[in-house]
C-alpha cells in the first residue's frame, strides 16, 4: 500500500468518525449494526414537521411515563425528608402508583404483542435489539408487580409505616434507571422506523 492510499483510508475514516453519530446515552445498550435508521433520521430531526406526525405519539407516551416516574419519585424523596406527613405522602401515592403500574404494563403488552414483532418483520437485523427491549419489559415488570404489592400495603396502612415507605422508595429507585435506559434505547430503535416508513 502507497503512503497515499493510507492516507486516503486514514482520511476517510476520519470522515466517517466525523458523521457518524452516537446514540444518546453513554450506557447505551444498542449496537453499531442497529443504528442504521437512527444515522438517517437522528433525534434532531424527530420532531421537525416532516416527521413529527409519524413520531410525537410514540415519544408523547414515553414523556407522560417518565413524567409520571419523576413525580412518584420526588414525592417519595419528599416525604422521606419531611415534606409530607403520612397521609399527605398516602393521598399522593395511592392513585398515581396504581395508575403508572397499569398504564406502564399496557404499554408493554402493545410493544411486545403488536409493534415489536411488526418491526422486526420489517427489520429482522433488528431483532437482536428487540429482545433487549422485551427482556427489559419482563424486567420493569416484576419491579412494578413489587410495587403494586407494596402500594396496596400502604393502601393498608392508616397507621405510618416508615420501613414500607422506604422499601417502596427503592423499588422506585430501581425502576428508574432501567426505565429510563430502556425507554432511551426503545427510541433510538423505534422512532427512526416510525418516522421513515410509509404512510
Ligand atoms: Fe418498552
Ligand atoms: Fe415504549
Not at 10 to 32: G, I, M, N, V, Y
Not at 174 to 192: A, C, F, K, Y
Request: aromatic share 10%.
Amino acid at each position: 500500500m502507497s503512503l497515499s492510499t493510507e492516507n486516503n483510508v486514514s482520511q476517510k475514516a476520519l470522515d466517517d468518525d466525523l458523521f457518524t453519530l452516537s446514540p444518546r446515552h453513554p450506557d447505551s445498550r444498542l449496537e453499531a449494526d442497529w443504528l442504521f435508521l437512527f444515522n438517517k433520521l437522528p433525534p434532531d430531526q424527530w420532531f421537525s414537521a416532516d416527521y413529527a406526525y409519524k413520531t410525537s405519539g410514540w415519544l408523547k407516551v414515553h414523556t407522560n411515563i417518565r413524567k409520571r416516574q419523576r413525580i412518584l419519585t420526588q414525592i417519595s424523596e419528599g416525604y422521606q425528608s419531611g415534606d409530607y406527613d403520612w397521609s399527605a405522602y398516602r393521598s399522593q401515592m395511592l392513585k398515581r402508583i396504581n395508575m403508572h403500574v397499569l398504564k406502564l404494563h399496557q404499554h408493554h403488552g402493545v410493544e411486545d404483542e403488536g409493534f415489536f414483532p411488526e418491526f422486526i418483520r420489517m427489520y429482522p437485523q433488528l431483532q437482536a435489539g428487540f429482545e433487549i427491549l422485551g427482556r427489559d419489559h419482563l424486567r420493569l415488570d416484576a419491579l412494578l408487580d413489587k410495587l403494586q404489592v407494596q402500594n396496596d400495603m400502604l393502601a393498608r396502612s392508616e397507621v405510618e409505616d416508615k420501613g414500607l415507605s422506604e422499601q417502596l422508595h427503592q423499588t422506585l429507585m430501581d425502576g428508574t434507571d432501567l426505565l429510563s435506559q430502556h425507554l432511551t434505547d426503545e427510541e433510538d430503535l423505534v422512532i427512526p422506523i416510525l418516522g421513515l416508513r410509509q404512510g
